[in-house]
């Protein structure tokens, strides 16, 4: 079975400048999360879709970050106008109930200079 | 919110030696996982271990859901074992998966 798949793996960007993620979950995975993981710490949620409908984007911040799951399957994560803090890895994970385990994709290291 | 707290931060150890990691957590719990961080980043699924004992190969992981902490425990370790390894938790009716701030494991030969 073929796990989560990430592009690009790296991007390096100038601040205010725009940018884009995609992620595919595993097949079947109704629940897809994206999380930020800056330098040091643990992953921290963003957003969540069940399907094609946000459960919990409380953490996004919405002036900057949109995301969307337009066919409750793939789903793009954008930032714009980007800042330097926005430096991180930006990490996709599905699960096939809210419940149960999740599984990670490789992660977009972006940079922000 | 939950506090996941992970122990220690940081340990090195030599090839061929044993560890126990720690994680301590706020709440109740129905989903708790750990994950092995590799050096190019990927996060991979060790355990998804809510509550009891769970073995793989050289690695175990023991959940006391009623005391609130899981130990990560490693025998024998080899120098492929180095990297991070996280502890995560979601409690009963939330939605995220709250990550501790990790355990930085180095295996020298």
């Known amino acids: 079975e073929a796990g989560v798949a990430q592009s690009p793996r790296y991007k390096i960007i100038e601040k205010r400048q725009s940018v884009a993620f995609w992620c595919n979950p595993i097949?079947?995975?109704?629940?897809l999360y994206w999380y930020q993981q800056i330098l040091g710490q643990g992953p921290k949620l963003l957003i969540q879709?069940?399907?094609?409908?946000?459960?919990?984007d409380s953490q996004l911040p919405k002036d900057r970050f949109s995301a969307e799951r337009l066919k409750g399957v793939d789903s793009t994560l954008k930032i714009q106008p980007a800042k330097l803090e926005d430096s991180a890895v930006y990490l996709c994970?599905?699960?096939?109930?809210?419940?149960?385990?999740?599984?990670f994709g490789p992660g977009t290291r972006l940079t922000v200079l | 919110g939950i506090q996941v707290e992970q122990s220690p931060p940081d340990l090195i150890l030599q090839e061929g030696a044993n560890s126990t990691l720690r994680c301590n957590f706020s709440?109740?719990?129905?989903?708790l996982q750990w994950f092995h961080q590799n050096p190019w980043g990927q996060l991979i699924n060790l355990f998804y271990?809510?509550?009891g004992t769970k073995q793989n190969g050289r690695l175990s992981a023991t959940t006391v859901a009623t005391e609130r902490y899981s130990l990560l425990y490693i025998s024998s370790s080899q120098t492929t074992d180095s990297g991070v390894y996280f502890c995560?938790?979601?409690?009963?009716?939330?939605?995220?998966?709250?990550f501790g701030q990790g355990t930085r494991l180095t295996i020298n030969p």
């Open positions: 995560a938790v979601k409690i009963q009716g939330a939605q995220k998966l709250v």
């Open positions: 994970a599905s699960s096939s109930d809210r419940a149960n385990e999740q599984f």
């Open positions: 097949s079947g995975h109704a629940t």
């Open positions: 709440d109740s719990v129905n989903n």
């Open positions: 879709f069940q399907n094609n409908g946000v459960v919990d």
């Open positions: 271990i809510p509550s």
